[in-house]
């Protein structure tokens, strides 16, 4: 028997036009994300918050916040509960949801795993997308658990660790010679022909559905309340506007009172457009040209749902900033070495920009601060080591306490 389930319709983003549930669904009319509504007055008085603690700390204990109704087409690969984990060294007050300990070892096994849960509940058999990597991983991983057939596209310099892994999960993979709205035009191109259906960031409804559990899970693990500020590494965004998306469904259930974290939307200096645009006071961002970091995640030099993150960062007195790869990186030696914690470059950014923050004035030393590590560094290059030793050669123990690691 199908769950107990919620939604209501669909809803545009930017005009408020509703839309039929239960059918396929890209972009609005209006070109813009399409948001799943639900009932929440019903959904509070059938789900006591209480009531969760006796599910398993996964991501489908969330089930009735999901749009899925058939709990045949949940597609899972085993999505745990996150740890938030203390950087008692690096900065008091600090702590890091580590999403790398997700399947495919990124976020995107979130939004992946309720987009392709969903394509499954509409019949959709071909699906295609663009990415810089992780997201490309997840699809593959979860789209060949469903039995679906995945077309996904790269630029030409994502890191070859993700191009191999979508390719080793049954997924027919390109690289492509631009950035990723390149290949995300190249999607667009092949669906008439293809027949396949776009799975680009925010062209569907349910990746934010899917994301939206980090913020329900968040406000769970931390009591029913909420950090003072939040770090975001944004390039699509859908996180960022889930988690928003999530904290308006539990105020409006009252699970949570109407205190908000800061929202802040970190980019890197080489792909900055959201922070150009939240800095210029714009609703829209404009295309960053030559986009270069080395967080690959978050080179998004244009978003579907820009207007979203700038309006989530606006209502929560937030703000937009942009680190350089030299900070980036700083901040992920800093932190592996004094808390043993290994970020990926996106959530090495998010460090970099609260000790930016700090230095702003956006926030303090005293204040609850969340970062989010998205993706596992272990997909990424790391400084090479070039210390050998002789094993026949006298071994001088003195030199080796001073030795720094490489």
């Given at each position: 028997?199908?769950?107990?389930?919620?939604?209501?319709?669909?809803?545009?983003?930017?005009?408020?036009?509703?839309?039929?549930?239960?059918?396929?669904?890209?972009?609005?009319?209006?070109?813009?994300?399409?948001?799943?509504?639900y009932?929440?007055?019903?959904?509070?008085?059938?789900?006591?918050?209480?009531?969760?603690?006796?599910?398993?700390?996964?991501?489908?204990?969330?089930?009735?916040?999901?749009?899925?109704?058939?709990?045949?087409?949940?597609?899972?690969?085993?999505?745990?509960?996150?740890?938030?984990?203390?950087?008692a060294?690096?900065?008091?007050?600090?702590?890091v949801?580590?999403?790398?300990?997700?399947?495919?070892?990124s976020?995107?096994?979130?939004?992946?795993?309720?987009?392709?849960?969903?394509?499954?509940?509409?019949?959709?058999?071909?699906?295609?997308?663009?990415?810089?990597?992780?997201?490309?991983a997840?699809?593959?991983?979860?789209?060949?658990?469903?039995g679906?057939?995945?077309?996904?596209?790269?630029?030409?310099?994502?890191?070859?660790?993700?191009?191999?892994?979508?390719?080793?999960q049954?997924?027919?993979?390109?690289k492509v010679?631009?950035?990723?709205?390149?290949?995300?035009?190249?999607?667009?191109?092949?669906?008439e022909?293809?027949?396949?259906?776009?799975f680009?960031t925010?062209?569907?409804?349910?990746?934010?559905?899917?994301?939206?559990t980090?913020?329900?899970?968040?406000a769970?693990?931390?009591?029913?309340?909420?950090p003072?500020?939040?770090?975001?590494?944004?390039?699509?965004?859908?996180?960022?506007?889930?988690?928003?998306?999530?904290?308006?469904?539990?105020?409006?259930?009252?699970?949570?009172?109407?205190?908000?974290?800061?929202?802040?939307?970190?980019?890197?200096?080489?792909?900055?457009?959201?922070?150009?645009?939240?800095?210029?006071?714009?609703?829209?961002?404009?295309?960053?040209?030559?986009?270069?970091?080395?967080?690959?995640?978050?080179?998004?030099?244009?978003?579907?749902?820009?207007?979203?993150?700038?309006?989530?960062?606006?209502?929560?007195?937030?703000?937009?900033?942009?680190?350089?790869?030299?900070?980036i990186?700083?901040?992920?030696?800093?932190?592996?070495?004094?808390?043993?914690?290994l970020?990926?470059?996106?959530?090495?950014a998010?460090?970099?920009a609260?000790?930016?923050?700090?230095?702003?004035?956006?926030?303090?030393?005293?204040?609850?601060?969340?970062?989010?590590?998205?993706?596992?560094?272990?997909?990424?290059?790391?400084?090479?080591?070039?210390?050998?030793?002789?094993?026949h050669a006298?071994?001088?123990?003195?030199?080796?306490?001073?030795?720094?690691?490489?």
């Amino acid at each position: 028997m199908p769950d107990a389930t919620f939604v209501t319709h669909l809803e545009c983003s930017l005009t408020g036009k509703r839309y039929p549930a239960d059918v396929p669904h890209n972009l609005s009319e209006a070109g813009k994300p399409l948001l799943v509504r639900y009932d929440l007055e019903a959904l509070a008085r059938q789900v006591p918050r209480d009531s969760l603690t006796q599910r398993p700390e996964e991501l489908w204990r969330y089930r009735e916040f999901l749009p899925v109704r058939n709990p045949d087409n949940r597609v899972s690969l085993g999505e745990q509960r996150t740890p938030l984990i203390p950087l008692a060294k690096w900065s008091r007050n600090v702590l890091v949801k580590d999403e790398s300990r997700l399947p495919t070892g990124s976020f995107k096994a979130r939004g992946l795993c309720l987009a392709v849960s969903m394509a499954k509940e509409l019949g959709i058999q071909r699906v295609a997308m663009p990415t810089n990597g992780n997201a490309g991983a997840a699809l593959a991983a979860y789209g060949s658990r469903a039995g679906m057939e995945s077309f996904v596209f790269c630029p030409d310099d994502t890191p070859d660790v993700n191009v191999r892994e979508i390719a080793l999960q049954g997924a027919k993979v390109w690289k492509v010679n631009g950035y990723i709205h390149h290949c995300g035009q190249i999607v667009k191109a092949g669906q008439e022909a293809m027949g396949w259906f776009d799975f680009s960031t925010l062209k569907e409804p349910y990746r934010i559905e899917g994301k939206k559990t980090m913020g329900l899970e968040l406000a769970e693990q931390l009591g029913w309340s909420l950090p003072d500020a939040i770090f975001y590494p944004t390039g699509g965004g859908t996180g960022l506007i889930g988690m928003w998306k999530a904290f308006d469904e539990l105020e409006a259930m009252g699970w949570i009172g109407s205190k908000r974290p800061r929202m802040i939307a970190v980019q890197a200096e080489g792909c900055a457009p959201m922070v150009r645009a939240f800095e210029e006071g714009k609703e829209f961002a404009e295309e960053w040209q030559d986009a270069a970091t080395v967080a690959s995640g978050i080179r998004v030099p244009m978003a579907v749902g820009d207007f979203l993150i700038l309006r989530a960062v606006r209502q929560s007195g937030g703000v937009a900033l942009a680190v350089s790869d030299e900070a980036i990186l700083k901040a992920q030696r800093e932190i592996a070495s004094a808390d043993g914690l290994l970020l990926g470059p996106e959530g090495a950014a998010t460090a970099a920009a609260y000790q930016k923050a700090l230095e702003q004035g956006h926030v303090t030393a005293k204040e609850s601060i969340v970062l989010f590590n998205c993706g596992t560094l272990l997909k990424y290059p790391m400084p090479a080591v070039s210390a050998t030793l002789d094993r026949h050669a006298p071994l001088d123990f003195a030199q080796m306490a001073s030795h720094h690691g490489a």
